[in-house]
């Protein structure tokens, strides 16, 4: 049975948004709610514009504007089928893995790297320490659904908590730092953007030269002491962030 009939689509035609991008609208709805599960193979086209009273072309641009977001996939021989919704995250003092369990993406990682190393000049300016002075560097790439979503560096204070690599693989930075009575209290956040390296894309699951967008973060606990600077990449085809604009009084 088609997925897509007991999701009650309909468009209005009185409307001055276009037909193709109301039903795009809705089918990416179904999917970020979970009405459309990863894996799902949607119906067939020409059914689905007859239900609707839409021509084919309308269908076809609607679905594939959601191909182009990587929420459908067309496979050849299968069909239309359903893939991860991707992530949009509040830009907020969170950890992605909080986000994640709370988006059901069950999340996963994988360190790659855990160590004490001498701190760089740029990592000292970040945490207010001395250049040279240890710090603890944990390299860690993290899963949804089994799939690359970030690669995550951070550099914390060294004698801050304890970083044994299963903890760390069981649950997120920021959940250990709670657990061992830091309160995260404030950060300086910047976000930018550009291509994948070779590596990098590698590790993430895409080409060379795709597009990741950037992120450097420096928290601070209550106190005022910083007890993490961080940067990390993440997908730009799974992965976005949201932001709320106010007016200025």
Do not use: C, W
């Amino acid at each position: 049975m088609d997925p897509t009939v007991s999701l009650q689509l309909g468009v209005d035609r009185s409307s001055p948004v276009p037909l193709y991008f109301q039903l795009s609208q809705q089918l990416e709805a179904a999917i970020e709610r979970g009405a459309l599960t990863p894996g799902t193979l949607l119906g067939n086209e020409i059914e689905l514009a007859g239900r609707l009273g839409l021509s084919r072309p309308t269908v076809r641009q609607a679905i594939q504007s959601l191909v182009d977001k990587g929420l459908l996939v067309r496979r050849r021989g299968v069909g239309t089928q359903v893939v991860h919704s991707q992530v949009k995250r509040p830009l907020e003092l969170s950890s992605l893995y909080d986000d994640l369990e709370a988006a059901g993406q069950r999340p996963e990682t994988r360190v790659l790297r855990n160590a004490v190393e001498p701190a760089s000049a740029e990592t000292a300016a970040a945490l207010g320490i001395a250049e040279g002075d240890e710090v603890h560097v944990v390299e860690r790439l993290r899963l949804a659904h089994g799939e690359p979503m970030a690669y995550l560096r951070n550099h914390i204070p060294s004698g801050l908590l304890a970083l044994d690599t299963a903890r760390l693989e069981a649950t997120g930075l920021y959940r250990l730092m709670r657990g061992a009575s830091i309160t995260l209290h404030s950060a300086r956040q910047s976000v930018g953007a550009r291509a994948a390296t070779a590596d990098e894309g590698e590790r993430l699951g895409e080409p060379a030269g795709a597009p990741l967008l950037t992120m450097q973060r420096t928290t601070f606990d209550d106190t005022g002491r910083a007890v993490e600077f961080g940067s990390h990449i993440y997908r730009a085809s799974r992965y976005s962030f949201e932001f709320q604009l106010l007016v200025r009084p």
